[in-house]
């Protein structure tokens, strides 16, 4: 037995090192080693050996085992690394080659134009302020002078919240304007005040080109002593020269809104044809922009201001249709659809 395992070595040795794949050493181990390999058929006849003869037998047949793992071993470390060696010249890398570079985002046309406007209020000392998008009918609609009675309040459709009603503020609704939030800093700050307060609306409308159920607004409010319109007009005619970027004359028309007495509507100046008609004003020299007009006593007192003491005048125009008009955007719902193909030209 002891010559049946010499050989046994000597040929598995010599056998290894003619292997040429790895999955030809792999088959070579599992014929030696294996369960039913040589040198277990050959270890079955121990137990014919006499008692002396058993310990030596049984040490040299772990011995060769040993070696014989050790050399199947190593010839796997070559293959290996043969095989690494082969994958590295065949996958070259070229380090001087330019990589992909990474796809950087940008700042939305609607957000863009929000920090314009904020930057221009800024310079004139106004603060820019926020609140929540979920009202009470009270901060939406009643503390602005429009009672649930109040036919303005068709003027407003918009989505009520299911939920029981508050005992003083009435229902939760989304709100349909940012003006809330003049009535919550009044309450907050007293006066005098300096605000612009940009923000999503949302309304119960038919969806088209020019109308959707959510879209953006700023609101501007002002109240001091001895504040008139003709503040309003100077305020107004700086923030859209620098906002256009050409100085613009500012006209004012008789308007109704509910928080505001007189109401007022406002025309700038067409930057396309310098007053002159075209169609982007439709041959008027004037183009539509906002409705303003100075603060109904109802809401100074609602804001615990006194209406006696303080005047103060407010504004409110569309920052979306503002990104629609500077972009010669024709359809608002390209602005809120999140197509990547639209965004990426801004």
Not at 62 to 90: D, H
Request: proline share 4%; net charge neutral.
């Amino acid at each position: 037995m002891e010559q049946q395992l010499a050989k046994l070595q000597t040929n598995t040795i010599a056998a290894i090192g003619k292997t040429k794949t790895i999955n030809d050493l792999k088959d070579l181990e599992v014929n030696i080693l294996g369960r039913k390999g040589k040198l277990t058929e050959i270890l079955k006849g121990v137990k014919d050996l006499t008692a002396e003869q058993k310990p030596t037998i049984g040490k040299l047949a772990n011995e060769i085992k040993t070696t014989l793992e050790n050399e199947f071993e190593q010839k796997a470390k070559k293959f290996k690394l043969i095989e690494l060696e082969k994958q590295l010249l065949e996958e070259k890398i070229d380090v001087t080659e330019p990589g992909i570079k990474a796809a950087f985002g940008h700042v939305h046309p609607l957000s863009q134009v929000q920090k314009e406007v904020e930057d221009i209020f800024n310079s004139m000392g106004f603060s820019v302020m926020d609140g929540p998008e979920v009202e009470s009918e009270y901060y939406n609609f009643e503390s602005l002078n429009i009672p649930a009675d109040h036919p303005a309040r068709d003027m407003q459709d918009t989505f009520f919240i299911k939920q029981a009603p508050h005992k003083e503020h009435g229902h939760l609704v989304l709100r349909t304007h940012t003006s809330p939030v003049q009535i919550r800093t009044m309450e907050a700050s007293g006066a005098p005040l300096r605000i612009i307060v940009p923000g999503r609306v949302f309304r119960y409308e038919a969806t088209d080109a020019t109308h959707d159920a959510t879209f953006d607004q700023v609101e501007g409010l002002m109240i001091d002593k001895d504040i008139s319109l003709s503040h309003l007009k100077g305020v107004l005619t700086e923030f859209l020269s620098r906002l256009f970027d050409y100085q613009v004359k500012i006209r004012f028309r008789p308007g109704y809104f509910p928080f505001v007495e007189p109401g007022l509507e406002v025309d700038f100046s067409c930057r396309f044809c310098a007053g002159s008609g075209c169609r982007v004003c439709k041959k008027t020299g004037w183009i539509e922009f906002m409705g303003a007009g100075m603060v109904h006593p109802n809401v100074l007192k609602a804001g615990g201001i006194d209406s006696e003491k303080y005047q103060g005048w407010a504004f409110g125009f569309g920052l979306t249709r503002l990104v629609m008009m500077r972009y010669n955007i024709n359809d608002i719902r390209h602005l809120y659809n999140g197509d990547l193909r639209f965004i990426k030209q801004f």
